[in-house]
């Protein structure tokens, strides 16, 4: 049995779950979801928890178990409390900014780089150096930040760049120069 698809799934104050075949949808005070999960899963609502279950041990349904009562936690999870991501940006003269809903990155090339708004993620700017990403849907968060990551990712002999919080980047050493010989 797997040891994450037997958890039950317990439902905060405020959140409500519509099983429908395949089709989940999880309302709570932060937003809405939806997914089709895996047909071969029985999801079974309770009063206060969701529990997964598998119709048999196949090899496709093992897989499947933790898999899907993960996807659910993170529905759960991300309609009550939400999910973040925190970026930050190192480098003389890089910096962001907001202008109106559209972050702007002025990261050492000749113009800005401009993200659009997105349906269900919003950006909060701690100065100009420090970028939270922050939404209901970890995997569009967690893309997100990586896509802002990737206009300027991290280099290795100065630091400059865009990192997570946290991130450690490994630094190399830089040209050693001739030595008199």
Not at 23 to 30: L, N, R, S, T
Not at 67 to 78: D, E, F, P, Q
């Amino acid at each position: 049995m797997s040891r994450v698809g037997k958890l039950p799934i317990a439902l905060a104050e405020g959140v409500k779950v519509d099983i429908d075949g395949d089709m989940v949808v999880v309302k709570g005070p932060k937003g809405e979801l939806s997914r089709m999960l895996p047909e071969s899963m029985v999801v079974e609502l309770e009063e206060k928890s969701i529990t997964v279950s598998r119709p048999d041990d196949s090899r496709t349904s093992r897989s499947l178990h933790g898999l899907t009562r993960a996807l659910l936690y993170n529905m759960v999870k991300g309609v009550s409390e939400g999910f973040e991501k925190e970026l930050e940006i190192r480098g003389v003269g890089y910096r962001a900014q907001k202008e109106g809903d559209t972050l702007v990155l002025q990261m050492g090339y000749s113009h800005p780089v401009e993200f659009a708004p997105i349906p269900c993620i919003s950006w909060e700017l701690e100065g100009n150096t420090r970028i939270k990403v922050l939404g209901v849907d970890k995997e569009l968060v967690g893309e997100v930040a990586a896509k802002i990551r990737a206009v300027r990712p991290p280099e290795p002999y100065k630091g400059k760049g865009i990192r997570y919080v946290g991130e450690v980047v490994r630094r190399k050493a830089g040209k050693a120069g001739r030595t008199a010989q």
